[in-house]
């Protein structure tokens, strides 16, 4: 496992989001130290800022001036609850390049993690939003697609629904955004019927859950819906906008995973990379509010990617898992 950060990470202050911490990073960093600790490998990579066209590759240039701007200023706010200081440019940027190379260490065969911050999945083309600046997942995707990756998903498992990575891709499904998430619940985007539009028609997947879901329904999301599509979909990169949010001592989150629940996350989904013959997959920070359910969540996702996948049969009779089947089986022959 290859870790990518950057200490400017730690630098990024949200005044309007306490709970987006600074300590949220070195919080995040324990967890990688603990799944050292417990035997797994793991390689300490420096990154540097995305490169201008990176970024321009997924968000609109006017916007890009407005964030370097409001923070070569001093800092200001792009929406009521994400707001920057003079170092959030500089964490942005390189929270965008850490995603970049994580997936490009991928790429030449090791699974990567970039933990960094701030996140990035509620952040669109033009708009940042959720304590979000820069879509650090979409920008690996568009990154490795220039390179001449022809099939990258993202899955998403943040307690919200990644409303930005799905606003980018929606029309023209150049990526496949598949996102399990709390609803009603922020931003309240996710509906199982939100397919995608135009050339993007079902390429966007979304499971909503109700409150209070616990591992058990999230293995069905998983079995049902996320490894048939999937499996037919073959990935040849897989992202992971991984929040911790869903955690149950989170502050935010609703739901009733357990730290470990995100080790069988990261231990299907590699067994999953395996099988379709992708790279191994890539894991970038996204929410996470509890740090110590952070720290120990980090860790179990870092030790699941080398431990047995779960036996996780899909049961057929879970009500937002079979509304999600529903939805997407005009497009995806495994649903049906
Ligand atoms: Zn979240």
Redesign the pocket.
């Known amino acids: 496992m290859h870790v990518y950060s950057d200490p400017a990470s730690e630098r990024h202050v949200n005044h309007m989001a306490g709970v987006e911490s600074p300590e949220r990073f070195p919080a995040a960093l324990t967890g990688v130290e603990e799944a050292e600790r417990a035997g797994v490998e793991v390689e300490h990579r420096p990154c540097e800022p995305a490169p201008r066209p990176a970024l321009e590759a997924v968000h609109a240039p006017a916007y890009l001036d407005q964030l370097e701007e409001l923070a070569a200023s001093g800092g200001g706010y792009v929406d009521f609850d994400t707001a920057l200081n003079a170092h959030s440019w500089e964490a942005a940027t390189l929270a965008s390049g850490a995603a970049i190379e994580a997936a490009e260490g991928a790429l030449s065969g090791t699974a990567a993690f970039a933990i960094s911050r701030p996140?990035g999945?509620?952040a669109g083309r033009g708009y940042g939003m959720?304590f979000c600046l820069l879509n650090n997942a979409a920008v690996a995707a568009e990154h490795a697609r220039s390179s001449g990756v022809e099939r990258v998903a993202i899955l998403d498992w943040?307690?919200?629904h990644g409303n930005g990575t799905q606003d980018i891709f929606y029309a023209n499904g150049d990526v496949l955004y598949l996102s399990v998430h709390q609803s009603p619940f922020?931003p309240g985007t996710g509906d199982a019927r939100e397919v995608g539009e135009d050339r993007g028609r079902g390429f966007t997947a979304n499971v909503p859950l109700p409150g209070r879901s616990g591992e058990d329904v999230y293995a069905e999301a998983f079995a049902g819906f996320f490894v048939p599509i999937l499996r037919e979909y073959r990935p040849e990169l897989l992202l992971v906008s991984a929040?911790y949010?869903a955690h149950s001592d989170d502050l935010?989150?609703g739901m009733r995973l357990e730290s470990a629940s995100f080790g069988r996350f990261a231990s299907r989904l590699a067994a999953l990379a395996r099988e379709v013959e992708a790279v191994p997959p890539v894991f970038l920070l996204?929410?996470?509010y509890n740090l110590n359910a952070l720290t120990e969540s980090v860790a179990a996702t870092i030790q699941g990617l080398e431990e047995e996948p779960p036996a996780w049969e899909y049961s057929g009779d879970t009500r937002p898992v079979e509304a999600a089947r529903k939805a997407l089986s005009p497009f995806w022959e495994s649903l049906r």
């Open positions: 996140p999945h509620h959720g943040d307690v919200h922020y929040g949010d935010l989150g996204e929410g996470g």
